[in-house]
């Protein structure tokens, strides 16, 4: 969330439909397209309103601008006390975004154009399908925060990669460059940036000449979702909440979001 050249224009998420694709964009690209309570509200019902709308078959989300794909919550929001989720209730029911916890049929590709940190690494791991940008990176820096990756990163990460390698990237907080996650076997492809949303039409567009009930069903098999809900998932989500709650109650809780807004180095107690 550093200063950048690219401006922001038009609404937080932009939202266009080509054929049955849906294509969301995250619209904060001076920010690094980090997610503050406007983001959240328009990407939690935009999910929603897809979920039941029988002409979208396949969402794609993606970022504005070269630099970042999303930066995570909006750290300077925070700081200032700002809620970064729409309300509680939405945060209760679909967590970070509107998104993490937000189990929809259709199936969802991430168009990662630029540096996904933190949040953003988490929506990528919440999606099904992920086609980067080979500029693209990927990373929890949460422990460098005092936080941890409690929007699902710290459980799914070691799901998805392998867990030596999993275990490395949740405890230093380092990235993961496109090629590195694509031979790790976390993206499904890589393409030059500037192929990037035509590469994700072009996969989603593989999926929405089949039959769309059948691909629901398939989805949902595939990650055991039941009503809305991923069961085996649902222990996770609980244990995240307590460890979360347990690093609140730290002297170390606030220190790193401190130090990042003073562009300093943390002074870490260890309690």
Not at 121 to 128: H, N
Not at 136 to 152: D, I, N, Q, T, Y
Request: with cysteine; hydrophobic share 45%; charged share 25%.
């Amino acid at each position: 969330m550093t200063p950048s050249s690219e401006h922001d224009s038009g609404p937080a998420l932009l939202k266009e439909t080509r054929g049955h694709n849906l294509i969301l964009t995250l619209n904060r690209p001076s920010a690094s397209n980090a997610v503050n309570a406007e983001v959240s509200g328009l990407l939690g019902a935009a999910l929603e309103s897809a979920a039941h709308d029988p002409t979208i078959r396949v969402i794609i989300l993606t970022g504005a601008g070269d630099r970042a794909f999303c930066a995570g919550a909006d750290l300077k929001a925070a700081t200032r006390g700002d809620a970064t989720y729409a309300s509680e209730e939405e945060f209760e029911k679909w967590h970070f975004a509107g998104f993490v916890k937000h189990v929809v049929s259709k199936p969802i590709i991430a168009a990662v154009n630029g540096a996904a940190l933190g949040g953003g690494t988490e929506l990528a791991l919440a999606s099904d399908l992920i086609v980067a940008a080979d500029t693209a990176s990927f990373g929890l820096p949460e422990v460098k925060r005092g936080l941890m990756a409690g929007a699902g990163g710290a459980f799914r990460l070691p799901q998805q990669l392998p867990a030596k390698i999993a275990m490395e990237l949740l405890l230093t907080g380092d990235s993961l460059s496109a090629e590195r996650a694509h031979a790790l076997g976390l993206v499904n492809r890589v393409v030059p940036r500037d192929q990037l949303l035509s590469a994700a039409i072009e996969l989603a567009e593989r999926i929405t000449v089949n039959a769309p009930l059948a691909v629901q069903a398939t989805k949902r098999m595939a990650l055991g979702i039941d009503d809305g809900h991923i069961g085996s998932e649902e222990h996770h989500w609980e244990r995240s909440a307590r460890e979360f709650a347990e690093i609140k109650r730290a002297a170390d809780y606030g220190e790193g979001i401190r130090a990042f807004a003073e562009k300093r180095a943390p002074d870490w107690k260890g309690r």
